[in-house]
């Protein structure tokens, strides 16, 4: 099974560093983001990878990666312009098998990989996306009764019954014909699938993702990378 992974955002929560390198290739300890990902493929035998990127990172991913034999994987790239996640997975469509993982460029976890895959499989999904149960909330939330009084109130609380998704997910060859070029893959193509009655599941962990995209969650990265001595641990 090949990985897509979406490298190809311009980043803007985190400019101006953004302004001089993609987000997959910022350091946290001491390996990019896209080692830590490409470490984290590699360990549940994930080896052949497609990079979707756009024009502007091109040439900083490839000279850093070339064809991935030094890290222990197999690149390929597709190129095009930002046109959504879900058309940057139809431009490399031709790339992809039958069943493909997609994995967000600036996203970190110690998910059990193998035991997502397996799940998929049983199930026999068109698509399974991977949700944590174990996220807080950015904010704190309330019940409140008709009048306003509040009968219950938590800061940040983690709600078990909401999972959030963590931006990695494995698709069936049937799920690129959902998309379409300046679409999502959460806005757009799942909507569908789900209005189409495909079989779509959830993958619940209580393992978390560091979503690197704004300085708060990338320093929550690096805090945590630093104490796991410079690299996530995988199970």
């Known amino acids: 099974m090949k990985a897509a992974i979406l490298a190809g955002g311009a980043g803007t929560r985190l400019y101006p560093i953004t302004a001089y390198v993609p987000k997959s290739l910022i350091p946290i300890g001491s390996r990019y983001v896209i080692e830590h990902?490409?470490?984290?493929?590699?360990?549940y035998n994930v080896l052949d990878i497609v990079m979707l990127i756009s024009e502007k990172?091109?040439?900083?991913?490839?000279?850093?990666?070339?064809d991935g034999k030094r890290l222990g994987v197999?690149?390929?790239?597709?190129?095009?312009?930002?046109?959504?996640?879900a058309g940057a997975l139809r431009a490399a469509s031709n790339l992809l098998g039958?069943?493909?993982?997609?994995?967000?460029?600036?996203?970190?976890t110690d998910m059990n990989l193998a035991d997502m895959i397996r799940f998929h499989e049983m199930k026999r999904a068109t698509c399974t996306i991977a949700m944590s149960t174990s996220v807080p909330m950015e904010?704190?939330?309330?019940?409140?009764?008709?009048?306003?009084?509040?009968?219950?109130?938590?800061?940040?609380?983690i709600i078990k019954e909401y999972p959030v998704s963590m931006g990695i997910l494995i698709c069936e060859s049937n799920v690129l014909q959902y998309c379409k070029p300046n679409t999502d893959i959460s806005h757009e193509v799942v909507p569908q699938l789900l209005a189409s009655g495909k079989p779509?599941?959830?993958?619940?962990?209580?393992?978390?993702?560091?979503?690197?995209?704004?300085?708060?969650?990338?320093?929550?990265?690096?805090?945590l990378v630093e104490h796991s001595k410079g690299s996530f641990q995988f199970t």
């Open 98 to 108: 039958e069943r493909f993982l997609v994995y967000y460029g600036d996203v970190l």
């Open 57 to 66: 990172e091109s040439d900083l991913l490839r000279n850093h990666l070339g």
């Open 74 to 85: 197999n690149i390929e790239y597709s190129v095009a312009e930002r046109i959504g996640t």
């Open 139 to 157: 904010y704190g939330v309330a019940r409140v009764t008709p009048d306003g009084r509040v009968t219950y109130f938590e800061e940040k609380p």
């Open 37 to 43: 990902i490409l470490e984290y493929l590699k360990h």
């Open 200 to 223: 779509v599941f959830a993958f619940l962990t209580n393992k978390r993702h560091y979503d690197i995209g704004t300085f708060k969650n990338l320093e929550e990265a690096r805090i």
